[in-house]
């Protein structure tokens, strides 16, 4: 009984100290563990965006490394070897212009264009289109007729000689070809700035070099004469 | 020898020491926790303090190189024409038949006195040319020409067959054959 009474008299000795270890444990566990938590994620965080600013800086570097003028050459040409747009008089006349190099005539044409050239502004064709041309041409010997077909694959835009069926016997019937000649529209949207720098791989030189020596042909386009008639302005004949 | 411990202080007096001693006890845990506790809460706050600073000096910095990058956008956009383009030029190059290449290497490795005379090529690059020779010699020449290896490795198959012979006295013969794979 006296014990208790000596340990009630000196309570504020007792008390005090263990509201302050509590209160301090408190603290830990609510602001400061919390807190330490905040730098680890502030760390990871830090060296994520470091990671960023390298390939940033690297991507710029890239970019400003490009020689404006070749890469405008190169990229013109490929889209001369592979236009975005189908053309059908262009390669008409493509294949006039290849018939008289080689002094060969065109004696029948057939085509399919489809549907006429469309873009769509957003839309990324990766996949080739094509259109097939059907020619049946002649020629005075073999040798020039061999030289018609070279030239086709030889010149731009690209053009693949599916099937040919050349003749130069005595029967004086024609030969015959399948050209497919090919279009795609091209990539219209960027990636975002963040994404990586899409650069020209040592294939894609490859690729580009061993059909640096193709020709483009200067096409003049066919004349369609004009028609005959007593005036060149057509009447309504159910005008009154 | 055995030790013995012997208390000569009174029960009571025992007693209080004890109390005193926990009360030192306690009261040293409280200001060493509450020291512990004021730095550790200083040296947390000053650390995001500064690992804060550290992050959005370097989110500034990529914000002004993706301002350079912006200016270089065209330049990107000829980058991916180029790398679209390439790729699928690659993809028309290999789906040649190579008919034309097999043709002027049979007509390189031909004698003088071959002729073809229709000649028709398939879309798996296979060749069907039907051909004259003037005489036997120079078809005789021709097949041997196509047996040596270094030339018949760049054919999968070669055939002659349908030999015949005119009236001019002239060799007629079917000649068949088919590349070694798409060029």
Same mark, same amino acid.
């Given at each position: 009984?006296?014990?208790?009474?000596?340990?009630?008299?000196?309570?504020?000795?007792?008390?005090?100290?263990?509201?302050?270890?509590?209160?301090?444990?408190?603290?830990?566990?609510?602001?400061?563990?919390?807190?330490?938590?905040?730098?680890?994620? *502030?760390?990871?965080? @830090? +060296?994520?965006?470091? %990671?960023?600013?390298?390939? =940033?800086?690297?991507? $710029?570097?890239?970019? #400003?490394?490009?020689?404006?003028?070749?890469?405008?050459?190169?990229?013109?040409?490929?889209?001369?070897?592979?236009?975005?747009?189908?053309?059908?008089?262009?390669?008409?006349?493509?294949?006039?212009?290849?018939?008289?190099?080689?002094?060969?005539?065109?004696?029948?044409?057939?085509?399919?264009?489809?549907?006429?050239?469309?873009?769509?502004?957003?839309?990324?064709?990766?996949?080739?289109?094509? *259109?097939?041309?059907? @020619? +049946?041409?002649?020629? %005075?010997?073999?040798?020039? =007729?061999?030289?018609? $077909?070279?030239?086709? #694959?030889?010149?731009?835009?690209?053009?693949?000689?599916?099937?040919?069926?050349?003749?130069?016997?005595?029967?004086?019937?024609?030969?015959?070809?399948?050209?497919?000649?090919?279009?795609?529209?091209?990539?219209?949207?960027?990636?975002?700035?963040?994404?990586?720098?899409?650069?020209?791989?040592?294939?894609?030189?490859?690729?580009?070099?061993?059909?640096?020596?193709?020709?483009?042909?200067?096409?003049?386009?066919?004349?369609?004469?004009?028609?005959?008639?007593?005036?060149?302005?057509?009447?309504?004949?159910?005008?009154? | 020898?055995?030790?013995?411990?012997?208390?000569?202080?009174?029960?009571?007096?025992?007693?209080?020491?004890?109390?005193?001693?926990?009360?030192?006890?306690?009261?040293?845990?409280?200001?060493?926790?509450?020291?512990?506790?004021?730095?550790?809460?200083?040296?947390?706050?000053?650390?995001?303090?500064?690992?804060?600073?550290?992050?959005?000096?370097?989110?500034?910095?990529?914000?002004?190189?993706?301002?350079?990058?912006?200016?270089?956008?065209?330049?990107?956009?000829?980058?991916?024409?180029?790398?679209?383009?390439?790729?699928?030029?690659?993809?028309?190059?290999?789906?040649?038949?190579?008919?034309?290449?097999?043709?002027?290497?049979?007509?390189?490795?031909?004698?003088?006195?071959?002729?073809?005379?229709?000649?028709?090529?398939?879309?798996?690059?296979?060749?069907?040319?039907?051909?004259?020779?003037?005489?036997?010699?120079?078809?005789?020449?021709?097949?041997?020409?196509?047996?040596?290896?270094?030339?018949?490795?760049?054919?999968?198959?070669?055939?002659?067959?349908?030999?015949?012979?005119?009236?001019?006295?002239?060799?007629?013969?079917?000649?068949?054959?088919?590349?070694?794979?798409?060029?």
């Amino acid at each position: 009984m006296e014990r208790v009474e000596f340990i009630c008299k000196r309570w504020r000795l007792f008390v005090l100290p263990l509201v302050v270890i509590i209160f301090c444990l408190l603290a830990l566990a609510m602001v400061v563990l919390p807190q330490f938590k905040k730098v680890t994620d *502030l760390n990871q965080q @830090l +060296k994520i965006e470091r %990671e960023k600013l390298v390939a =940033l800086g690297a991507k $710029l570097a890239d970019l #400003e490394g490009i020689d404006e003028m070749v890469l405008g050459e190169r990229v013109s040409f490929s889209l001369s070897a592979l236009p975005k747009n189908k053309d059908v008089m262009k390669t008409i006349s493509l294949f006039n212009g290849l018939a008289q190099l080689t002094q060969t005539q065109i004696d029948s044409l057939e085509v399919s264009p489809g549907e006429i050239a469309t873009e769509s502004p957003t839309m990324v064709d990766p996949d080739l289109e094509n *259109l097939t041309f059907r @020619l +049946k041409f002649s020629g %005075e010997n073999s040798q020039q =007729l061999v030289d018609f $077909l070279n030239q086709i #694959e030889q010149s731009l835009p690209l053009m693949n000689i599916t099937t040919f069926r050349l003749n130069t016997a005595g029967d004086f019937s024609p030969s015959q070809l399948t050209v497919v000649s090919y279009f795609s529209s091209i990539p219209s949207s960027l990636d975002t700035i963040d994404a990586p720098l899409k650069k020209v791989a040592k294939e894609d030189e490859l690729i580009l070099d061993s059909i640096k020596d193709y020709k483009k042909y200067q096409i003049v386009l066919m004349e369609v004469p004009e028609a005959t008639g007593t005036s060149s302005v057509r009447t309504d004949p159910f005008a009154n | 020898m055995l030790k013995t411990e012997v208390n000569l202080i009174p029960g009571e007096e025992r007693f209080t020491q004890d109390i005193v001693s926990i009360q030192k006890r306690l009261r040293f845990l409280a200001i060493f926790g509450t020291i512990f506790l004021i730095g550790t809460v200083l040296f947390s706050f000053s650390l995001t303090f500064i690992l804060n600073f550290q992050v959005q000096d370097v989110s500034r910095q990529i914000l002004l190189v993706k301002k350079k990058i912006d200016e270089y956008r065209q330049r990107e956009g000829e980058l991916l024409i180029l790398k679209n383009r390439s790729g699928l030029i690659g993809k028309i190059l290999k789906d040649r038949t190579g008919s034309l290449m097999i043709l002027s290497e049979l007509k390189n490795e031909s004698p003088e006195g071959i002729t073809f005379e229709v000649v028709e090529a398939g879309m798996k690059g296979e060749l069907k040319i039907l051909a004259r020779s003037a005489d036997l010699f120079s078809l005789n020449e021709l097949m041997n020409r196509l047996s040596d290896p270094e030339v018949s490795k760049n054919f999968k198959a070669i055939e002659v067959s349908s030999i015949n012979r005119s009236s001019e006295g002239t060799y007629g013969f079917l000649l068949e054959v088919v590349g070694n794979g798409k060029s």
